[in-house]
């Protein structure tokens, strides 16, 4: 049981819900202006772990097809056998019975909007079979994670947490468009849509960054509008200093760290974000 477990979290990358996890606290520690409940954390995690294993298991269903012909996939669990396409589809739908049981735990507006979130978090997987923009969508998806995390404490619609989110909808949809650069030819000869295939990978480094300063623009705003300390522009400074390691360690030639700055270097983003965060309302 043990192993399967630790197949279908694989298969899933669990650990890759570092990159939203710390935005929904980031968002909720704004609306709380401090620590939340410890029951609202327990609640905010379940939501986030329910939400993204539903997105991802689903999002490796419905790309199996795709996922058995390309190099850089061929092994995934579902392409291989090791995960069962049943089981898969059980791991779907016990996540999105833990995403909406916490959220209608946590308010009534929550609940209300997590179908919406849910149709958001899943719509991208198709969105590669239609639009260039994927990326931009991948974006919203996990941008919402700083609004949900915001309405989870405080339920309305308000300016900070909407500039957060647009931050991360530009964080993420930037270095998706990298990543997608491994792709590249793969997506030009399967008729998918990715902004590497359509506009070449010199000029998907050029949006790419371009994102990443909209990204940081949005994120200075959200230290200004917050009226937040030093604590959070010295997060604010260090992932200054990530987005450009990014564009040292890899480039249009050279794509063999593209691990390191994908994996490495934006979860470290949003971990140093949350911390500066609270540590700014935490100590005012």
């Known amino acids: 049981m043990w ?3 630790k197949i279908l ?5 669990f650990e890759h819900t570092i990159f939203a996890l710390p935005f929904a606290y980031t968002g909720a520690f704004l609306a709380a202006q401090g620590l939340p409940s410890w029951k609202q954390i327990v609640l905010i995690l379940g ?3 329910g939400a993204r294993t539903a997105a991802m298991t689903f999002n490796r269903i419905v790309d199996l097809p795709f996922d058995a012909e390309n190099p850089r996939t061929k092994d995934r669990p579902l392409v291989t056998g090791l995960v069962k396409t049943k089981d898969a589809w059980l791991l779907f739908l016990a996540s999105i019975v833990l995403f909406f049981a916490c959220a209608k735990a946590l308010n009534p507006l929550a609940f209300k909007l997590s179908p919406v979130a849910l149709f958001i978090l899943l719509a991208y997987s198709y969105t590669k079979r239609f639009t260039w923009f994927c990326h931009v969508f991948l974006g919203l998806a996990i941008g ?3 609004l949900a995390g915001w309405i989870a404490i405080r339920p309305t619609f308000e300016l900070l947490p909407l500039l957060l989110s647009a931050g991360v909808l530009f964080w993420v949809a930037g270095f998706d468009i990298l990543y997608a650069c491994l792709d590249e030819e793969f997506d030009r000869q399967r008729g998918l849509y990715s902004i590497p295939a359509k506009f070449g990978r010199q000029k998907a480094f050029l ?3 371009t994102f990443h300063a909209l990204a940081f623009i949005c994120f200075f705003l959200v230290g200004f509008l917050g ?3 030093w604590w959070y522009y010295l997060g604010l400074l260090v992932t200054l200093v990530l987005f450009v390691a990014q564009r040292v360690v890899i480039s249009p030639r050279d794509l063999s760290r593209l691990n390191l700055a994908f994996f ?3 979860g470290a983003i949003s971990v140093v974000l949350f911390f500066g965060t609270a540590l700014a309302l935490l100590f005012k």
């Open 144 to 146: 919402l994670a700083p």
């Open 207 to 209: 949006i790419s960054a």
């Open 9 to 13: 979290l694989e298969m899933i990358k």
């Open 3 to 5: 192993r399967k477990l």
């Open 47 to 49: 939501a986030m772990v």
């Open 227 to 229: 009226k937040l300390n």
């Open 264 to 266: 490495t270097f934006n």
